[in-house]
């Protein structure tokens, strides 16, 4: 039997386009922390990409505890996610700031991108005269 809570190859994003889709079609949330860039996907589950940067965040050690963040705060709620693809960018912000308030942080603005992905793909109201 398969945990729901895997962070399996399917749910990655991994090709560059994949990313420049998401960045160029996607809503965005963000904060001094992230950014969350959302779209959504033909797959049927959520898929995660991460930009983490040496220039926003810092050394090695930093940008992995980001990643490792990031990935886990996916990966617990990845089974209540609609079908999109999300896309995080670190911020200078992320450098210093403690886990639980990554996590907030990320919670906060994946579910502002989810209703902003929501809201764009419904009908536009009818003109009204």
Sequence with gaps: MTSPYRFRPCHRLHA?????????EGRR?????????????????ARLGMS???RTVGNAVSRNRI???????????Q??????DF???????ARGAERPVLLTS???LFAEAIRKAANANAP????RH
Excluded: K, W
Excluded at 87 to 93: A, C, D, E, Q
């Design 16 to 24: 560059g386009a994949q990313f420049d889709r998401v960045y160029r």
């Design 29 to 45: 949330a963000g904060d001094g922390l992230f950014a969350v860039n959302a779209l959504p996907n033909p797959c049927g589950h």
């Design 52 to 54: 983490v940067s040496y």
């Design 67 to 77: 990643r490792r963040t990031i990935r886990e705060m996916f990966r617990l709620q």
């Design 79 to 84: 089974a209540a996610l609609p079908p999109l």
């Design 87 to 93: 896309v995080v960018t670190s911020r200078p912000g």
């Design 106 to 108: 990320l919670e906060r």
């Design 124 to 127: 536009a109201p009818a003109p």
